[in-house]
Every structure is written in structure tokens, then in C-alpha cells.
């Protein structure tokens, strides 16, 4: 059996070929970032899950899979079912109702795609968002202290020389 490297967590989850799953899917997807301490893309994230799952339910076939994972600098979700077709992005009126699903994904992701299956009977829809390691983050995030001041050196007011 592989071992999981380090710092790798995730979560797969079997969902059914049902539009009425889509609300749970959703706040179990938000609970797991919650968990990972992943906040800051939750809201991101979600959105692209319901859009991905919406794609997969309506257009794929089952069993669909959902699968989330988080490395040293990037999280990743997703998607795969068994139907013949790929999703695209379509070039819609202003008014259309339906059909924005990869252009809301393409804008909320660093990167996305659709890979085929290795078998070729389904396909796979990813998004990914890129963050600095944990460490850089941490720096960065960190105020110092301003410099002790000597003894007996009084403090000056900001802009006041």
C-alpha cells in the first residue's frame, strides 16, 4: 500500500447521480476546508465544487467521484464521472440562464481543465489554487516589534524630526 507523503492530506467521496446531493456535497466540501484550516478559498472553492458537481450530474454519467487535496502549496479538487461528453466553455449571451459553470471555475482557480479518463470512458474536471508554503505565509503575516529604544532617548512622534 503507497504511503500518504507528508503535509498531504485528502478526502474522496462517491456522489450520486443526483441534483438533490449537490447542497450536502457542498457543506461537507466547506466543513473539510474548515477543518484543514483552508478558510481563506473556502467560500472559492465551494462555489466551484457545486459548479463542477452541477457539470457531472447533469451532463456525466455515474459513479461520480469527488476528491479533495491539499499539498505544500496548493489545493486541488476533483471531479470525475463516466459520460462520453467533455465540458468546454461556451460563448454565451448576456442574458443566458445556464452554461457559465467553467468560466465561474476559471475565474474563482489559479488553473482547471478536463482530463479524460485513463480508460477513456469518462473524464475528469479539475481546479487548483496555488498558496504560499505555510512557512511564508506565517513570515509574512508576523509584525515585528519596532526596536527597543535606548535608555534616556526619548520616543519621537511619527513625522515630527
Known amino acids: 500500500m503507497a504511503e500518504t507523503p507528508p503535509g498531504l492530506r485528502t478526502v474522496c467521496w462517491d456522489v450520486p447521480h443526483d441534483p438533490a446531493v449537490l447542497s450536502k456535497v457542498r457543506g461537507m466540501v466547506h466543513e473539510a476546508l474548515t477543518t484543514w484550516n483552508l478558510t481563506g478559498i473556502a467560500e472559492d472553492v465551494v462555489l466551484a465544487v457545486g459548479e463542477l458537481l452541477g457539470n457531472a450530474v447533469t451532463h456525466g454519467a455515474p459513479p461520480i467521484r469527488l476528491s479533495l487535496w491539499v499539498g505544500t502549496g496548493e489545493f486541488c479538487v476533483r471531479v470525475t464521472d463516466h459520460g462520453p461528453g467533455r465540458p468546454r466553455r461556451l460563448d454565451?449571451?448576456?442574458?443566458?440562464?445556464?452554461?457559465?459553470?467553467?468560466?465561474?471555475?476559471?475565474?474563482?482557480?489559479?488553473?482547471y481543465?478536463?482530463?479524460?479518463?485513463?480508460?477513456?470512458?469518462?473524464?475528469?474536471?479539475?481546479?487548483?489554487?496555488?498558496?504560499?508554503?505555510?512557512?511564508?505565509?506565517?513570515?509574512?503575516?508576523i509584525a515585528?516589534?519596532?526596536?527597543?529604544?535606548?535608555?534616556?532617548?526619548?520616543?519621537r512622534a511619527p513625522g515630527r524630526h
Open 92 to 111: 454565451l449571451a448576456a442574458d443566458a440562464v445556464h452554461g457559465r459553470g467553467l468560466a465561474i471555475v476559471a475565474a474563482l482557480a489559479d488553473d
Open 113 to 141: 481543465g478536463v482530463t479524460p479518463t485513463p480508460d477513456g470512458t469518462g473524464k475528469t474536471a479539475w481546479a487548483r489554487w496555488r498558496f504560499p508554503s505555510q512557512t511564508a505565509t506565517l513570515t509574512a503575516t
Open 144 to 155: 515585528l516589534p519596532p526596536p527597543p529604544q535606548a535608555e534616556g532617548t526619548p520616543e
